[in-house]
């Protein structure tokens, strides 16, 4: 696996990462979500990002990836979800830390995200304050920022966050041309919900908007899986692609697929000329 360093962090990690969501999940056991993570190890995954509203993935990632600690990077998110604090207040954000590193059995953690707050909230001082006390506790090694457009530029101007979290594929191209290099960059999304797939009767707004920009964008292939991931894991200033599952076959699939190397020149300016063409009006995806 491909490692590259994730901004000017000082940490370093795999081109694809994997996401938390479904080893949370409560349909898949204790067992198989133990085996996934030690056959995402096995190939080379460095970065595991999970979330406060994940369900289990936090404390399961904590302690399959223990004895493994110092070589790989635990990625959360803080600032919601904690007991006794409001939502996106400073004293919630150092709680979240806390709490993250008791649940994941861990004495720090290496990314934490506040997760898709507002402007007027990243910008506030008690957030900021408290974004500054978990970076010199020691707690955090760097603080990140996940969203998308005027919030996600916002937070940038902070100066307080090394790392962004945001939709990227051949559908969400906003926004990685001409990124700071300085900022290390983790896409979300490179899928897209399956972009492809026909729409199931109760789809959800967001994958009813990429359905529309497949649509929109006209391109046919059969290998979308992997052009989508191979575009999101070589888009300019990305640092690793995130593929959330809980299957090891479909893990093995996107690690194959990124091992392959970036997209035909050809093909990538294809999918960048039709999005050029169509999506100008199209925010990213949050």
């Known amino acids: 696996m491909q490692t590259r360093p994730l901004g000017s962090t000082g940490l370093v990690v795999s081109a694809l990462g994997l996401g938390g969501g479904p080893i949370g999940h409560p349909d898949l056991d204790e067992g198989a979500a133990r085996a996934l993570i030690d056959h995402a190890l096995e190939r080379g995954v460095t970065l595991f990002d999970t979330a406060r509203s994940y369900g289990e993935s936090e404390a399961r990632l904590g302690r399959a990836l223990a004895p493994h600690r110092d070589r790989v990077v635990l990625s959360t998110k803080v600032g919601y979800g904690v007991e006794g604090h409001e939502d996106w207040t400073g004293p919630c954000i150092v709680a979240g830390v806390q709490r993250a590193l008791r649940v994941m059995g861990t004495d720090r953690v ?3 995200h506040l997760h898709s707050c507002p402007a007027h909230v ?5 957030v900021l304050r408290a974004v500054d006390d978990v970076l010199a506790s020691g707690d955090v090694r760097v603080a990140a920022y996940s969203g998308e457009e005027e919030d996600l530029a916002a ?3 902070t ?3 090394g790392v962004i979290q945001r939709s990227v594929s051949p559908w969400d191209q906003r926004g ?4 700071d290099p300085g900022v ?5 999304r490179p899928l897209a919900n399956a972009c492809w797939l ?3 009767h109760d789809a959800s707004p967001d994958r009813v908007e990429y359905r529309h920009r497949f649509e929109a964008m006209g391109i046919e292939r059969g290998d979308w899986p992997e052009v989508a991931l191979r575009f999101a ?3 300019p200033t990305v640092t690793c692609a995130l593929i959330g599952t809980g299957s090891k076959d479909h893990l093995d699939h996107a690690i194959d697929a990124v091992e392959r190397g970036p997209l035909d020149e050809a093909l990538r300016r294809e999918l960048e000329a039709r999005f050029d063409a169509v999506g100008q009006g199209w925010r990213g995806v949050i």
């Open 122 to 126: 990243v910008e506030r001082e008690d």
């Open 233 to 235: 894991a070589y888009a």
């Open 184 to 188: 290390g960059v983790l896409a979300k």
């Open 176 to 179: 990685v041309r001409g990124a």
């Open 198 to 200: 026909p729409l199931p």
């Open 159 to 161: 100066g307080r966050f």
């Open 110 to 112: 290496d990314v934490a």
């Open 155 to 157: 937070a940038l101007r």
